[in-house]
C-alpha cells in the first residue's frame, strides 16, 4: 500500500509509460506498473510528469504592487525604481507578506515549487526582509524560498548600504546580492562585487548580482564576476542575473568572455520576459531585444535558468506565474526553434534552475522528496506550445493543485 501513486506517467528520456509511487514525503517507487495499490490514485492520462518549475529570479516584495502609487507610463527601467522609491517607504511587514504569498501560491498553482526571490536592502528598516524572511519559514512545507540581499540602489551609492547588506546576511538571507553597472562609478562597481565575493566567503553564501542590465556595451561586470570566480574557484555557486548588455557586446570580446566562462563556469539567469520590454527603450532602430546570449551560452556548456524577475509590479505590469510562458518567450527571443532547443529550454525552467539555486533534493527519483509536476501536455514541446496550467501539482507528497486540461471548445450550429 501506498499513500498515493500516480499512474501512466510520460517521463523525460523514457518512451514507456511510468507509474510513481509516494510514501510519505518520498517518491517510493518508479515503474513501468507498480504492484499494490495507493490509498489514492490519480490517472495522469499519458501526460509528461516532472519535477517542478524553478523560478530562478524574481522579487516577490515588489510582486502585486502595480499602481501603487501610480503606473509606469514610460515602460522604462528608471521610472520602475522612480515608482518604486515612492512606495517603499510605506511597506509593511503584512503589506510585503500578503502580496508575497499570493504571489508564492500562483506559482505553487502552476507547479512552481522552488524561488529564489530578491529583496531591496537599500530601505534601512529592513521591514520587506524581515517579512520575506519570516514568510520563507511559514511556506516551508509546500514551497522552498531563497532570499536574496539585493542593494536595489548599490552598495556605495549611500554610506548606510554596505552596512545594511551585511545586516540582511546576518539575519539569515540565503544569498548575497549586488548591482555593480548601477554604482556611481566604474570603480565602485568593480569593488561592490568583489565585497559581494567577500561576504559571501564571510558567511558562507551563494552569489547572484544583478549583472550589466543595461543596453550599454561598455558595462563589462559580468568579466569581474567571472575573474572573482576564478580566483576562488567558485562558479557553482555564483549566478550572474540579466546580463543584457552581454547581448550589446562586440563578437571578439564576447568569445574572449566565453573563453573564461570555460575556466570557471557561472550561472546565468536570464528574464526574457520583462528584458524584452525594458531593453532597447533608447534605440531607435532597430531595436535590440534586451536578452543576454542564452543560446550561445547553453552551446557552450554554461548552465542557464531562468526567471519571471515581475509579476504585475512598477516594472512589469503582466506575468502570471507560469514559467512556460518564460520559456516559450525565450524560444522566441533567443530564436531557439530547433526541437532540441526548444526542450532546453524546459530544462532552463527545471532542472537548470536546481542547478543555480544548488537545490540537492530535486528530480524524479526514488528516495527524493515528492516535488511532482504532472503536465496538460504529453512532452515538454507541447507544454511550452501550449502552456497549459498543470494537471496535478504534488508538493512534499501531497496534491496541492489539479487542473483539467482547459481546451478551447467550439461549437457551430
Ligand atoms: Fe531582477
Not at 490517472?43 to 519535477?51: I, R, T
Not at 504592487?65 to 517607504?89: C, D, H, M, V
Not at 515549487?113 to 537599500?122: G, I, K, N, Q
Request: proline share 4%; net charge negative.
Amino acid at each position: 500500500m501506498y499513500d498515493l501513486i500516480l499512474r501512466r506517467c510520460r517521463l523525460q528520456g523514457r518512451t514507456e509509460l511510468h507509474d510513481i509511487a509516494i510514501e510519505g514525503a518520498r517518491i517510493a517507487a518508479i515503474a513501468a506498473v507498480v504492484d499494490g495499490q495507493g490509498a489514492s490514485e490519480i490517472d495522469c492520462g499519458e501526460n509528461l510528469a516532472s519535477a517542478p518549475f524553478v523560478e530562478s529570479h524574481i522579487h516577490l516584495d515588489s510582486a502585486l504592487s502595480a499602481g501603487q502609487p501610480r503606473f509606469n507610463e514610460s515602460g522604462t527601467l528608471f521610472e520602475g525604481i522612480q515608482i518604486w522609491g515612492e512606495r517603499k517607504g510605506s511597506l509593511t511587514r503584512e503589506d510585503v507578506q500578503a502580496r508575497a504569498l499570493k504571489a508564492l501560491e500562483l506559482m505553487a498553482a502552476h507547479g512552481v515549487l522552488f524561488v529564489r526571490t530578491h529583496v531591496d536592502v537599500t530601505e534601512p528598516r529592513l521591514i520587506a526582509l524581515d517579512a520575506l524572511l519570516e514568510l520563507r519559514d511559514q511556506v516551508r512545507d509546500w514551497t522552498t524560498v531563497q532570499v536574496v540581499a539585493f542593494p536595489q540602489d548599490g552598495i556605495y551609492s549611500r554610506p548606510e548600504n554596505e552596512g545594511l547588506l551585511e545586516e540582511a546576511l546576518r539575519r539569515g538571507a540565503d544569498v548575497v546580492g549586488g548591482i555593480p553597472h548601477y554604482e556611481l562609478t566604474r570603480e565602485d562597481g568593480v569593488r561592490s562585487v568583489v565585497r559581494v565575493f567577500e561576504l559571501a566567503e564571510k558567511y558562507d553564501r551563494l552569489i547572484d548580482i544583478h549583472c550589466d542590465e543595461v543596453d550599454d556595451e561598455q558595462s563589462r561586470f559580468v568579466e569581474v564576476m567571472v575573474a572573482e570566480a576564478i580566483k576562488r574557484g567558485n562558479g557553482a555557486r555564483v549566478a550572474a542575473s540579466h546580463t543584457t548588455a552581454f547581448g550589446s557586446y562586440n563578437d571578439a570580446y564576447a568569445y574572449k568572455l566565453m573563453g573564461f566562462l570555460r575556466r570557471e563556469p557561472i550561472n546565468f539567469i536570464a528574464n526574457p520576459l520583462i528584458n524584452i520590454t525594458l531593453q532597447g527603450r533608447m534605440d531607435t532602430y532597430p531595436k535590440r531585444r534586451g536578452l543576454t546570449r542564452v543560446k550561445e551560452l547553453w552551446q557552450n556548456g554554461v548552465n542557464v535558468s531562468l526567471g519571471q524577475d515581475c509579476i504585475y509590479d512598477p516594472w512589469y505590469i503582466l506575468g502570471t506565474g507560469n514559467m512556460l510562458d518564460v520559456a516559450h518567450m525565450t524560444v522566441h527571443v533567443a530564436q531557439m526553434t530547433g526541437l532540441q532547443e526548444i526542450d532546453a529550454c524546459f530544462d532552463m525552467v527545471t532542472v537548470n534552475g536546481a542547478r543555480t539555486l544548488q537545490i540537492d533534493d530535486y528530480g524524479l527519483e526514488v528516495g527524493k522528496t515528492a516535488n511532482i509536476v504532472v503536465h496538460n501536455a504529453p512532452d515538454a514541446f507541447s507544454a511550452i506550445r501550449f502552456r497549459q496550467p498543470p494537471r496535478v501539482v504534488v508538493s512534499r507528497g501531497r496534491v496541492i493543485a489539479e487542473s483539467p486540461a482547459a481546451q478551447p471548445s467550439l461549437t457551430i450550429g
